[in-house]
Every structure is written in structure tokens, then in C-alpha cells.
């Protein structure tokens, strides 16, 4: 009869560690059907790509990132493998990821090719300028991750504000106005955007009119082509150095200073990840440029 107590205690013992070894395997089995890896695996490479993972919900789940990707904040405390156009295979498989997702034209090649020969699921996410290509931009992310439901309700989300920024910034085409997009000054030289760029689909899209639309890409211009083009605003990153001059300093630029842009000083600066990144933030970026080149005047 005395060892009956302990025999209980025991028996009282192993139930409740039972239970909680039981209810801990539920909570795991709960976290992990909503979070398929929970453990941090993958290597995002190219801000767009980036800004989806953690719009999806997966920012848990970064182990690094690429200098382009810097939003959210948060990114900033993950490990950096350096621009996603000069990777180094020996930065990038040194942050021992299990998947990389890359935007389309990380590179070089043949360190792309070294990455997967070294077994690393490796998924190229296609470039977007349209609705269309960041709606599928969403979708390979998101089947990627194994969260096609979370990526559903984000495409859904995405649209419905990119179809309202675009009927808000629509205008009769003797309104609109022409836009030129400087991506630097280096060497007293506009570097500005043609056609068939992620500028030129913006400046569309929220209404304005691209200057220069004689060839295709980003292209260091002569000062003839830049009057020529007769910009009524300029459009820039916000960011120093040749891609962001001090108004006064640009406007002074021979190129520059008989453009109707730099007669009314009109000139808009904007993030270039929210510019020009094309991902879930794309009808805001939309919107403000809308809102820089009408409501306010410029």
C-alpha cells in the first residue's frame, strides 16, 4: 500500500508528459501545414522578389538577401551576397541556402551555373512591367514557397489596387506630361530611359508621356537630345551621388537648363525599389508619381 502513491505519481507523471509531448506535436503540425519550412532556407535575390516573400507572409523564412533588397526594413539585418548582377557563387552558396529565388537577369551566367551545379534549388522569378507579369511574379513565388493560397489572396489584393491607381492616373493624351527619367549624371551626361524599361512603364501607367522614346534601354544622351526631348518634368531615384544631383546642380547642367522641366523646376524623386521594382507596392508607386506630376502642379 505505501508504494501505491508513487506508483500514481508516476503514472500522473508520464500522462502529463504525454500530453504535452502530443499537444506540442499539434502545434507543430498546425505551424508547419501553414508555414511548409519553418526554418529560415531561402536566398532572395532582387527586391521585387523579396518584398513578395514578405508580403506572403514568409519573411521568417530569409536567411539572405542581395543589395537591391531593402524593403521591409527588417531585410536589412539579413546577410548581404552583393548586387544581384555581380554575384559571387562563393558569397552565395557560403549562406548555405536550400532554395534560391531569383529575379529575372541575376548573374553573371556562369555564376548562375556554378550555383547549380552545387545541387541548390535554384527558381528564376520572369521580369514584370505590366499588371499581368506581377500578378505572375506573385504566383511562382508563391507556389515556390508552397503557400499557392497566401498568393492568391495577394494577387487578388495587388490587382484590385493597380486597376484602381490606373483609373485614377488615366488622362486625355493632350494632357499628359512628358516625362524624362535620369537614372545618373555621370560625367556631366544624362543617362536617361528609352522605351521598354521598368521607368517607361511606369511613367505610362501613371499617366505621363516617356521623352525619350527613339531607342530602347537605358542610354547616355547628348545634350541636343535632351532639349529635343523637352521634358516637362524630370524624374530620378532619390538617392545621392550621379543618380541624384541637388536640383540646383542639375538644373545648372547645360543638357538640363532650357527644358521646360527646368524652367518651372519640376522635378519628382522617388525610392527606386517602390519605383521601379514592379511588386505589391507597384499602384503606390503609381499613384504618387500621378499625384507629383498633376495634383501638385509640377
Not at 175 to 204: E, M, P, W, Y
Request: one cysteine or more.
Amino acid at each position: 500500500m505505501r508504494h501505491w502513491p508513487r506508483k500514481t505519481a508516476f503514472r500522473t507523471g508520464i500522462c502529463a508528459a504525454l500530453c504535452s509531448t502530443f499537444l506540442a506535436i499539434a502545434v507543430n503540425a498546425e505551424q508547419s501545414a501553414d508555414t511548409p519550412q519553418a526554418s529560415a532556407d531561402v536566398l532572395s535575390i532582387g527586391g521585387s522578389v523579396t518584398e513578395i516573400i514578405a508580403a506572403l507572409g514568409q519573411a521568417h523564412r530569409l536567411k539572405a538577401r542581395d543589395t537591391t533588397s531593402s524593403y521591409p526594413p527588417s531585410v536589412a539585418d539579413l546577410p548581404d551576397v552583393g548586387y544581384m548582377r555581380a554575384l559571387s557563387p562563393e558569397g552565395v552558396l557560403s549562406v548555405g541556402p536550400s532554395l534560391i529565388l531569383t529575379e529575372e537577369g541575376a548573374g553573371p551566367p556562369e555564376a548562375l551555373d556554378v550555383i547549380r551545379a552545387a545541387n541548390v534549388a535554384l527558381v528564376e522569378v520572369p521580369d514584370a512591367l505590366s499588371v499581368a507579369g506581377i500578378l505572375r511574379k506573385i504566383e511562382i513565388v508563391g507556389e515556390t514557397l508552397g503557400v499557392p493560397e497566401h498568393a492568391a489572396g495577394l494577387m487578388a489584393e495587388v490587382e484590385a489596387d493597380l486597376v484602381a491607381a490606373l483609373a485614377d492616373a488615366e488622362r486625355p493624351e493632350g494632357d499628359k506630361k512628358r516625362v524624362l527619367f535620369v537614372l545618373s549624371t555621370q560625367g556631366g551626361k544624362i543617362n536617361a530611359s528609352g522605351t521598354g524599361t521598368a521607368a517607361d512603364a511606369l511613367i505610362r501607367m501613371a499617366g505621363g508621356v516617356n521623352a525619350v522614346s527613339d531607342y530602347e534601354g537605358y542610354k547616355q544622351i547628348t545634350d541636343e537630345a535632351v532639349g529635343l526631348a523637352a521634358p516637362d518634368v524630370i524624374l530620378m531615384m532619390d538617392r545621392g551621388g550621379d543618380h541624384g544631383l541637388a536640383d540646383d546642380e542639375l538644373f545648372a547642367m547645360p543638357a538640363v537648363q532650357l527644358t521646360p522641366a527646368a524652367q518651372t523646376r519640376s522635378i519628382v524623386r522617388m525610392d527606386g525599389l517602390l519605383m521601379l521594382g514592379f511588386g505589391p507596392r507597384t499602384a503606390q508607386a503609381v499613384q504618387m508619381l500621378n499625384d507629383a506630376l498633376y495634383a501638385k502642379g509640377t
